[in-house]
């Protein structure tokens, strides 16, 4: 028995202890997170999971009402727009539904498109080397409301009036959270610019005293009654068709119409124009959301399914098809070697999509199916280094892999990791990479919404667009999109991502599903710009290599990567970064560190992730959400 032991030999050893749990918890996965802040939650008739927990309220208020799963994802879509959860009723809805009673999974795309005269020429001409930030001229046409709309009709069961419920009640006013009340008066200055949202954001302004707090505060009512209207207008249009004995899918489109080419479509073109911007009647008109196949790829027996090339989603699947001949889990959870590998298959796969996505109905034609190519992916992995980071990764040439020659070799050939700079020629206050820096850019945006019914049907919705600083549109209360800026102007860039009119810019927002054995496994989707596919990479892994549960996997400590092209500003690349959590031991970022990355740790250097584990075993399902940020789900 030792009855006495030097002190710095018994520091020693707890030291040595303690390293020692460190190496177990963070290489044997499961045992990382056994215990997670937020318990899983665990549903038998119906599960809501999204960003805000006003927003899970009104799924559950839908499913209560006999709604489907699609009726509440609406409800919450709608909710979080009317709560500018990183996004407003003008941005853009991107959605995965599976449908039990085909067995099928479908893409919605209700991504807005380029205004008439929106071209390359027209930013050159006012000084911009990328199209602008914020405001009128970097809004695409709404594509929200249509997205919702047309969701409702093909796939769910309630009227507009009852999905749209949660959300006018909210308009007619809400206890707003701290964090937005503060955002918009961070923003302030910027919303000053336009009337219509100065007088819906900032009710306490006084010109007199600059100085007074001119946005709501935490917990005051906040009120958008010309937002109501709108949607009162919306409900109005389903009830007169109805009455007209119109079917309830015809009654919802006579709303859609209402609002592309009706009242307030003149509305939302005549306040565009007073303030610069470049909407025509006819290109709310003539814009459509499109029911689509989505794509997808096989890892180890399970299915997963994306968005195609309008989006960043084909991302993780190429990263998937690299990685899935590589033995990940014997790497260790977080380990050096296990985020170097992660790292350089996101590198590869997000060169090819800062070269090749775009439009997928606009020419030219992606080359999609060689990129998701088994036989790529091997060639793509065999560029991996797999002791050093390769800064100067660059997009391969996929289209041998689809018999076909590549038509823009001399625009490979010569293509830059590192983008042109943002520095403009323009007049003064030009609105190009101003308003948020680097890191909020690369984090910020988006909400993700989750919901599943005992029938079946499974939502998966990555909404965004429309965020603070918003241009509202007249007397609508619609707050325009900002996804102009994820345009190009010069192919030099991306050839299939260059801004003209009509055309869908290449988006970040990437909701996912994933089956097995053609039943739903997983619906996940996670909120933060061009760091989605990246943390939904991680997560995936979590679960499938690692034996994580939903719960675990959404709160384990991810890695972010800053390599790849921003979508949004300046479009920067900081080749070699790496973020990552204080928890990962320092000698774990040292080794990181000589492959040749710069290693930061950071208190949050991944997103939220909202998801939604289909327990075929005990026929339930489990909710997961991050355990950070508002993330909230609702279950029975």
């Known amino acids: 028995m030792v009855l006495f032991q030097h002190p710095v030999i018994a520091k020693l050893r707890v030291s040595l202890i303690f390293s020692s749990v460190i190496l177990l918890l963070f290489l044997s996965g499961n045992a990382f997170a056994q215990k997670t802040a937020k318990p899983v939650l665990h549903g038998k008739h119906w599960v809501a999971v999204t960003g805000k927990p006003l927003a899970a309220t009104a799924g559950a208020m839908i499913f209560s009402r006999g709604g489907n799963a699609v009726d509440a994802a609406c409800a919450m879509l709608g909710a979080t727009s009317t709560m500018w959860d990183t996004l407003g009723w003008g941005g853009e809805t991107q959605a995965l539904i599976y449908n039990p009673h085909t067995g099928e999974v479908k893409g919605i795309n209700a991504l807005g498109v ?6 390359a020429e027209f930013f050159h001409d006012k000084g911009m080397v990328y199209p602008p930030e914020y405001g009128p001229l970097a809004a695409v046409t709404p594509g929200t409301p249509g997205g919702l709309m047309v969701m409702l009709a093909e796939y769910g069961k309630l009227s507009l009036a009852e999905v749209l419920a949660p959300s006018m009640q909210m308009a007619e006013g809400y206890p707003i959270e701290g964090v937005q009340a503060d955002n918009i008066e961070r923003r302030r200055d910027v919303i000053s610019q336009w009337s219509y949202s100065k007088a819906v954001f900032l009710p306490h302004a006084n010109d007199e005293d600059p100085e007074q707090r001119a946005a709501p505060v935490a917990g005051e009512m906040f009120r958008q009654a010309d937002l109501l209207a709108t949607l009162q207008k919306l409900v109005e249009a389903e009830a007169q068709a109805l009455a007209a004995g119109k079917t309830r899918k015809q009654a919802i489109y006579a709303a859609y119409d209402r609002f592309y080419r009706g009242d307030i479509a003149r509305e939302i073109v005549r306040s565009s124009r007073e303030y610069d911007g470049l909407f025509t009647l006819e290109d709310l008109d003539q814009w459509q959301v499109h029911i689509e196949e989505p794509v997808s790829t096989s890892y180890k027996g399970i299915d997963v399914y994306k968005l195609t090339t309008w989006v960043q989603g084909p991302v993780l699947l ?5 990685l899935e001949k590589i033995d990940l889990k014997s790497m260790g959870y977080n380990s050096a070697r296990y985020i170097h590998t992660l790292y350089q298959a996101m590198n590869l796969s997000f060169a090819d999509r800062d070269f090749y996505y775009g439009d997928p109905y606009v020419p030219p034609a992606e080359p999609v199916d060689g990129l998701l190519s088994k036989e790529y992916a091997d060639q793509r992995r065999a560029l991996i280094n797999p002791g050093q980071n390769d800064a100067e990764a660059r997009p391969g040439d996929p289209y041998p892999f689809q018999d076909e020659k590549n038509p823009f070799l001399e625009l490979l050939k010569n293509w830059s990791p590192i983008p042109p700079s943002a520095d403009a020629e323009g007049a ?5 990479a101003m308003h948020m820096n680097r890191e909020e850019s690369f984090l910020a945006g988006t909400t993700s919404i989750q919901a599943a019914d005992a029938e079946g049907w499974v939502v998966s919705i990555t909404p965004s667009g429309g965020w603070i600083p918003a241009f509202i549109a007249g007397s609508t209360g619609i707050g325009l999109s900002q996804r102009m800026q994820s345009f190009v102007l010069t192919e030099k860039m991306n050839p299939f991502n260059v801004v003209q009119p009509g055309q ?6 990437t ?7 053609g039943k739903p496994i997983l619906a996940f989707s996670v909120q933060g710009g061009d760091t989605q596919d990246q943390n939904l990479l991680q997560f995936f892994l979590n679960m499938v290599e690692f034996d994580m549960n939903v719960q675990q996997a959404a709160e384990a400590p991810n890695f972010t990567s800053y390599q790849m092209q921003s979508s949004f500003g300046a479009h920067e690349s900081e080749p070699g970064r790496l973020s990552v959590s204080p928890m990962l031991p320092e000698w774990v970022r040292s080794e990181l560190g000589n492959m040749g990355y710069k290693v930061e740790a950071n208190k949050r250097p991944y997103s939220p992730i909202t998801a939604i584990y289909f327990d075929s075993k005990n026929g339930s399902m489990w909710g997961g959400a991050s355990d950070y940020g508002d993330d909230y789900g609702i279950a029975w």
Do not use: H, V
Not at 504 to 509: Q, S, Y
Not at 511 to 517: E, F, H, N, V, Y
């Open 318 to 322: 190429q990263a998937l098809n690299i």
């Open 504 to 509: 869908r810019p290449r988006a970040t927002l």
């Open 114 to 119: 380029a205004p008439s005269g929106a071209t």
């Open 428 to 432: 003064e206050g030009f609105q190009q």
């Open 511 to 517: 909701p996912s599903i994933a089956l097995k054995d």
